[in-house]
């Protein structure tokens, strides 16, 4: 997709809320922005005591830069090193965005077990691969995670499109709230082993000047394996990672640069993932892959950064009888689990919507570290908290695996 252009005219800046104090991001060389370094708070604050580091503000799943201007000079690529939480970027920019480097946000591809590759920032990891003894493949992570199949292969992860054999899409358009791509399933083979790809990054850009891409902006999936003594073996693939999500909100949108968020092609493919372009104004033919969803926004204004308060969120109350961390990092042992619970068959999630239609559907996925599948679970049970807002309360009972599992929710709404 080629974003369509027209001649650009005088507009008013439009209203981005950056103070501009991490500064100006001027990038002449090669450079990795380490996330973990962001300082713990609410993303609005003054970060001139963290000066380039950024806020990580739990309550909006992000890393929060408030930059003065962008500069990324050509030959330069910006990378980054992941926050724990893995939670995407959002660069707020006061002044103009020039990107004739690159900027990004790829998911890592396939991996020696038992190392899970690593998404970029708001992304979700590749499945573990056949490792030792009973350890055996697990599926991709993320709401479009892979599924590990019945032989020895792994499946694509989605997201803004179907993998290969992978779950149904998500996520929507306008990239409200702020999500990457999921990671496709290792393959189970005892002599061969191969874990799947990352998921694809998610960042938003917010400009209130001008956004002048001459270069590259990608959030790209990590590829599966393909065997190369027999790649027409696909009994043997592991599943790529799907695309990530870019939403870039400007002025004015300048450049014939490109903007990428596609899954990976090799073994199992990934679905593509998201692209939301919001601006006055367009100038250049940027090429644009997926073909994004696109905003004509009036000059002068305020665009919409983040889900309003009166949007859904979900969350999850309790798993078994033990409350829910609200910032939760599935470490998978790394600095403990966010849960322990007593070993079983099945265990009780208890989900909480907010501003979720009762007649929504509510699934709970968990995903094991390995040796299994992942398990979808339709909650039920819907108990009204409040009315207004409208809080509801599901039920959802799953099966407990030995060992790490993620636990996710997504809602279906009607």
Do not use: C
Not at 7 to 26: E, M, Q, R, T, V
Not at 85 to 109: E, F, H, K, M, Y
Not at 208 to 215: D, K, L
Request: charged share 10%; proline share 6%; glycine share 16%.
């Amino acid at each position: 997709m080629s974003l369509a252009a027209f001649a650009p005219s005088s507009f008013a800046l439009l209203n981005i809320p950056s103070d501009g104090s991490d500064g100006a991001l001027i990038v002449a060389s090669n450079l990795v922005i380490d996330l973990s370094q962001a300082v713990t708070g609410v993303w609005s604050n003054n970060n001139a005591g963290n000066i380039g580091k950024g806020i990580y503000d739990s309550n909006k799943w992000a890393v929060v830069f408030k930059y003065s201007s962008v500069t990324i000079s050509n030959g330069a690529t910006v990378t980054f090193a992941n926050q724990s939480s893995r939670a995407p970027v959002v660069w707020l920019v006061s002044g103009d965005v020039t990107i004739n480097g690159t900027v990004s946000l790829d998911g890592q591809s396939y991996a020696n077990p038992p190392l899970l590759p690593e998404p970029g920032p708001g992304g979700f990891r590749g499945g573990n691969g056949y490792f030792v003894g009973s350890v055996s493949a697990g599926a991709g992570f993320g709401p479009g995670g892979g599924a590990r199949n019945a032989d020895t292969r792994g499946f694509g992860g989605s997201y803004g499109t179907q993998g290969n054999g992978g779950p149904a899409a998500y996520g929507n358009p306008s990239l409200l709230p702020l999500l990457g791509g999921s990671g496709g399933a290792g393959n189970d083979r005892t002599d061969i082993a191969i874990s799947g790809g990352a998921g694809g990054g998610a960042i938003l850009i917010a400009v209130a000047g001008n956004a002048s891409i001459s270069g590259t902006v990608r959030a790209n999936g990590g590829a599966g394996w393909v065997p190369v003594f027999n790649p027409g073996d696909t009994s043997n693939h592991s599943g790529s990672g799907s695309g990530g999500g870019v939403r870039l909100i400007t002025t004015s949108l300048v450049g014939n640069g490109s903007i990428q968020a596609v899954g990976g092609t090799s073994g199992s493919f990934g679905g593509v993932g998201r692209i939301r372009i919001e601006r006055v104004s367009t100038s250049g033919t940027a090429q644009i892959n997926p073909g994004a969803s696109v905003v004509t926004l009036l000059d002068g204004s305020s665009p919409l950064i983040w889900l309003p308060d009166t949007g859904p969120t979900a969350r999850i109350v309790s798993i078994g009888s033990v409350g829910a961390p609200a910032d939760p990092r599935a470490s998978f042992g790394a600095f403990g689990p966010d849960v322990a619970v007593p070993q079983a068959t099945n265990t009780t999630v208890v989900v909480e919507t907010t501003n979720a239609e009762v007649e929504s559907q509510v699934r709970v996925r968990v995903t094991p570290r390995a040796s299994a599948n992942y398990t979808e679970t339709l909650a039920t049970n819907a108990v009204v908290i409040n009315a207004n807002p409208l809080i509801v309360r599901w039920t959802a009972t799953v099966p407990v695996i030995s060992g790490y599992s993620a636990v996710q929710v997504k809602v279906l709404r009607p």
